[in-house]
């Protein structure tokens, strides 16, 4: 049995028999799992949209410089852009001839912080005006 990784393959075409234009694909997270709520972006084109909750995505449409709904173009070098909080942005490029273009799977890294600790003074000699302490003080009745 053969297996593949996502990252080798490129888009797959579906002939379909009918006149339907449009790019598919899924987000997922570096375990497979779907990445719902993901931002898809398409350039050129203007378009925007969510992932539904299993990551998949489906754009048949562009935007044209007023902001209306044009055909999507055949023959076009495109690039796809796939975002959420909290992982980092993944792209993709290719080229749509035309009918039902299903991208593989773009996979989202989490994001992740480098904490590096500081070197602090914490000898109390150091720090000789003691009037200033970081508790509360209470000077009551």
């Known amino acids: 049995m053969l297996l593949l990784t996502p990252l080798l393959l490129g888009p797959l075409y579906l ?3 009918c006149a339907t234009h449009r790019i598919t694909g ?5 375990n497979g799992a779907p990445v719902e709520r993901a931002v898809v972006s398409l350039e050129p084109g203007g378009v925007q949209i969510v992932t539904d909750s299993e990551g998949y995505w489906e754009i048949d449409y562009l935007r044209d410089e007023k902001g209306d709904r044009i055909r999507l173009d055949k023959r076009a070098d495109y690039q796809v852009e796939a ?3 909290g992982y980092q942005p993944r ?3 290719f080229y749509y001839k035309r009918g039902e273009l299903l991208t593989q799977p773009m ?6 912080i480098r904490v590096v ?3 602090l003074e914490l000898d109390p000699d150091a720090f ?13 009745e």
């Not at 899924?26 to 570096?30: A, E, M």
């Open 15 to 17: 002939s379909t028999g």
């Open 117 to 119: 600790p500081e070197e």
């Open 83 to 85: 975002f959420k909080v």
């Open 91 to 93: 792209d993709t490029e």
């Open 128 to 140: 000789p005006d003691r009037t200033h302490s970081s508790g509360a003080n209470y000077e009551g």
């Open 26 to 30: 899924q987000v997922v997270d570096r």
């Open 107 to 112: 996979v989202l890294r989490e994001d992740s």
